[in-house]
């Protein structure tokens, strides 16, 4: 019995040899073999299938886990002449399987793109570019294709998909000027990829910020001939983003609003088509704004000369407020206090069912919706400060008449257009009748006390009648 397991030792030091000359061999194949010799077949089926010039300056063979084929220093141009890639790798690596390799069945463990750059451009006539985007996430499309490899059909099967360090530049040629946005530190790792299921995915990186910002991560279902893809599970959250360099440029003279902002999102995205994207995505979160301006507009002085009933009245203001007053109806810009506002997204639509958002001399409450477009639609109660409302109440009386309990002015306004041309349009007709009523009120006042005036009986003694 004791030979058993001396045996079985000698067994397993004669395996332990194979493995081992196994690998050396293995070792030495992957050194010694060329890969390279294939660099003009592949780069002739890149450029057959993607049609545009394609330059790769290396092709070989690594171990990474598994064997790696990888490509170093891979790019696509949208033309010779093209001052900028659709897409640069610095290089890219898919690991593949070996023993099930050896029986024609290609399972690559993971696809790494490293340091990739990747453009996305839309035209002035809004064709949006997407090639470069397509290229980078083809692995997790291709996964479950099949390909000839000579006459026999080959699946290939791709587990995850993962991009380190890369870069998103857009740049849209419809904004005047042209809008330039990059997306930097770029970190994406998809999961579980197989045909038609959706596949775990979260994206981190840094949007117009030095650090890292941003993260996406949910369930995605890539797009695919018979459907536009979706994302469910979708969380999105991201931190301290100017405002000022993601919404499109406009003229120096133009509104616009500035800020920080810093927003969480849960929901689901029901299509990916580049079109439809905004407008399907569903959901709940909160939008906080910090350090929030709104440039080249100030609320309470468009609120004053929209309210025509009362003639001049900002003229009025500037001539008889203190120069301290007046000065916060002729500054450029409104400072918000800091805001934290509940959201829900309904399809194209981003919804504010209750805010409050507050400056200095003023606070605004309402609700309102802002579309995928840029399209606001707010309605508010405008209340302004009881001690600024007190002086403008002194410059001109009227403005008592919209005055409540604690002496503020208070009126419904609607907010309304584009950013860079909103219209703050105060309730004309609520105006109109409180003036009215105050002012027929106080005619009626005045009425009856000159009336009891007249009536009232004299305090001197009445003489007696003459006998």
Known sequence: MALVPHSMKRILVILAILVVVGILALGIFIATFDANRYRPAVLRELQKATGKPVHLDR?????????????????????????????????????????????????????????????????AQGRVNLLGLAAAGAPAAASGQEVELG??????????????????????????????????????????????????????????????????????TPPGPENAGSIERLAFDVNQLPLQDVLPPSRPEDPKLRGMVTMTLEGEAASLAPEKVLQS?????????????????????????????????????EARLPEDYRAKLTATDTVLEPITLPVSFAPGLLQFDRFTIRS?????????????????ALNTQLRIDPTLSKALIASVNELQALADAQGAIELPVAIQGKPYGLAVLPDLNYVASKVVTTKVEDLIGNFLNKAFEREEPSAEPVPAPAQ
């Open 59 to 123: 092709l070989k063979l690594a171990w990474r886990g598994g064997i790696a084929l990888q490509l170093e220093g891979l790019r696509i141009d949208e033309s010779a002449a093209a001052p900028e890639p659709l897409i640069a790798i610095e290089r890219a690596s898919a690991v593949v399987r070996l023993w099930p390799l050896l029986r024609r069945d290609v399972q690559i463990t993971s696809v790494i793109l490293e340091r990739p750059h990747i453009l996305i451009a839309r035209d």
């Open 151 to 220: 006459a026999q059909p080959v699946t290939i099967n791709i587990a995850s998909l993962q991009i380190k360090d890369g870069t998103v530049h857009w740049t849209d040629a419809m904004s005047t000027p042209a809008m330039d946005l990059r997306f930097t530190a770029v970190n994406l790792t998809a999961k579980n990829i197989m045909p038609g299921q959706p596949m775990d995915i979260e994206l981190t990186g840094a949007l117009v910020s030095d650090t890292p910002n941003l993260r996406v991560a949910g369930r995605l």
């Open 281 to 317: 995505i569903s959901g709940t979160g909160t939008v906080k704004l910090e350090r929030g301006v709104l440039a080249n507009i100030n609320i309470l002085r468009m609120v004053f000369e929209r309210l025509s009933i009362i003639p001049g009245l900002v003229q009025t203001f």
């Open 360 to 376: 200095d001399t003023f606070g605004l409450s309402g609700a309102g919706r802002v579309g995928m477009d840029g399209t606001v």
